[in-house]
């Protein structure tokens, strides 16, 4: 880290973090390297390289300097020793896990996963021979009883979706470090409002995709690692053990407390590839830069619309843990004091037709908002679980997920809350 960095405050690490002036051209933004490969010295600099004697840049799968300022400037801005960044959220988890658990092992979750990521574990982990244990989100006595010689991590959501329930990050991560396995947590939902390391988080992942790059419009995923958990004690061979592929070389001699993302940037991210593309790390960089802007923003409408929707009449219940009455209080105080996020859920009141109808009409008659399934934009986005991304599921499961068949999910952006509320209002006022 540079003087400057390491005397760097948190809205100021977005801005300036990792980065200085381009020594060659000036230029003050940071520059798109929209290179493939880098020209070696000679022979001997190419060896070093490729032998990871010598730190530089080989291939854009591999390193890339638009994408190792991001890199930096997220692990500062979460108070990591290391990042790497991907080409989505999805490929950031896979690797995340990968990394350390393998045909055999198991990893514990909580019930209350964004679809993407349970479909991953419960589908594509099962066809991989990684076990994933599911435990009520927060119940950490059931954690502790689903741990086995077998565990490789707990895996945890800092605000769970679709129930918005709040991670107990301090009891989730003593009850991994009793059993000498790391957390690891998926901040999507709060980048900057929440660093979950300063809770004993060991590993941060992130969609990049939604509150980072903002804007709806770019792709990516980061890894952070804390660079504080030990993987020496002989339950993480994949870290610790000789690495095959480099000359059996020990990556915690080599890197020290860097091992973790050096293997993943090293072995996985080599062999199957998700890189981030620099023009995305541009678009990232570009969405640090007011992330803390918007993440207020974002809060500040959100907490207004909750409570909004509290005193309309056609609306049946409010879940928005920033609520005075909401049972997430004592955690919100605890881990998100700056706001809540800015997702809520709510149930439209059907008079003469069924939950889902009304939840349906509602969304057909929305104007403003726009109807789709992602979160983190500066637009408010609505979606309806029960007819789009939990529709296969039977409604017991759909239960089971929070998903009644009335939920209606705002992500809700940054325009003025005025204009958010009229458009719900007007939509409420159809639905018959
Ligand atoms: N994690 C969470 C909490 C998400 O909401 C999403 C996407 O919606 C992902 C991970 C996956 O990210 P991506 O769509 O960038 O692959």
Redesign the pocket.
Known sequence: MSKVDSKLRPESILIHGAQEPDPITGSRAVPVYLTTAYQFNDTEHAAGLFELNIPGNIYTRLQNPTSDIFERRMAMMDGGAGALAFA??????LVGIMLIAKCGDEIITCDN??G??YSLFVNTFKKMGIGVKFVKSNDVDAIQKAITDKTKCVYA?TIG?PKLDIADLEALSNAAHKNGIPLIV?N??APYILRPMDFGADIV??????YIGGHGNV???VLVDSGKFDWSSGKFPLISDPEPSYHNKDFIKAFGNLAYIAKARTTLMRDMGPAISPFNSFMMLNGMETLHLRMKKHCDNAFEIAKFLQKHPKVSWVNYPGLEDSPEKERVKKYLPDGAGAMIGFGVKGNKVSGKEAGRSFINSLELISHL???GDTRTLATHPATTTHQQLSEEAQAANGVTPDYIRLSVGIEDAQDIMEDIDQALSKVK
Not at 88 to 93: H, Q, Y
Not at 205 to 210: E, F, G, L, M, R
């Open positions: 989505t959220g999805m490929s950031a988890i996963l964004y993407g990521t959501e979706n998926d999507t939902v992942v992130y969609s990049a995709t939604k792709m990516g995923g399934t992602n979160i």
